[in-house]
């Protein structure tokens, strides 16, 4: 996969337009979302590298994670430190935080899902069924579960992914991912989603497919 391919995905994700309930942070509207389209085609790059067979498909990012950041499933602070267990995210790469990161609580959902694949040993890809931060309309500091519709505008963007990356497996984290890939006409397994007290059970679920 060329990075023009990365750079082509990226800006057709960007020229999604926002809505009352649905920021696409993104968008060419806004200066700082530059930072943030920088940052995914560097995931996307880093991950190129790292020929990964399976994509774990999340719900939406959450306004203290991809909504600030611009890469799935990571907060604020796996930007300012040193790089994973895999090599991701560390200092010199060129990952940068716009300036309406500073004073943003770190999502935790992004740090339990980082945990449990270092303790796992295992680097997927990472997307979400609506990669784009819903909300509360008037409530832009908030996290709306996607709706269907939301969902299916997505679908376009993870199916790609798939293409471009060669995935051989699909894999729902959670109800939402796993309705949404049922829709697209894909059986696919689900593991529970580490959100809401969700590590133990995201984990065993991960473990179960991997020793298949």
């Known amino acids: 996969m060329a990075e023009t391919a990365l750079g082509a995905f990226v800006e057709r ?4 337009p926002s809505g009352p309930g649905r920021n696409n942070f993104l968008g060419h509207s806004a200066p700082a979302n530059a930072q943030r389209r920088h940052n995914l ?16 498909l999340g719900e939406a990012p959450g306004f203290r994670g991809m909504r ?18 895999f090599g991701l995210f560390g200092p010199g790469k060129g990952y940068t935080l ?16 980082w945990e449990v694949l270092a303790e796992l040993q295992f680097l997927p890809l990472l997307w979400s069924a609506c990669p784009w931060h819903t909300h509360v309309p008037g409530r832009p500091q908030s996290n709306r579960t996607p709706t269907a519709a939301e969902a299916k505008l997505g679908t376009p ?10 995935i051989e497996t699909v894999v729902a984290v959670g109800n939402v991912a796993h309705r949404s890939l049922l829709r697209s006409g894909m059986e696919v397994r689900k593991v529970r989603h580490p959100s809401h007290g969700g590590r133990s ?9 991997l020793a298949q």
């Open 41 to 56: 085609e560097l995931y996307l790059a880093e991950m190129q590298e790292r020929s990964p067979q399976m994509l774990l």
């Open 68 to 85: 600030i950041t611009g890469v799935p499933f990571t907060n604020r602070t796996m930007f300012q430190g040193q790089a994973n267990s």
């Open 157 to 166: 963007f993870w199916q790609q992914l798939v293409e471009l990356f060669g």
């Open 13 to 16: 994700l960007s020229a999604v």
């Open 201 to 209: 059970g995201f984990k065993r679920g991960l473990e179960e497919l």
């Open 98 to 113: 716009p300036e309406d990161a500073a004073g943003v609580a770190a999502e935790p959902t992004a740090t339990v899902m």
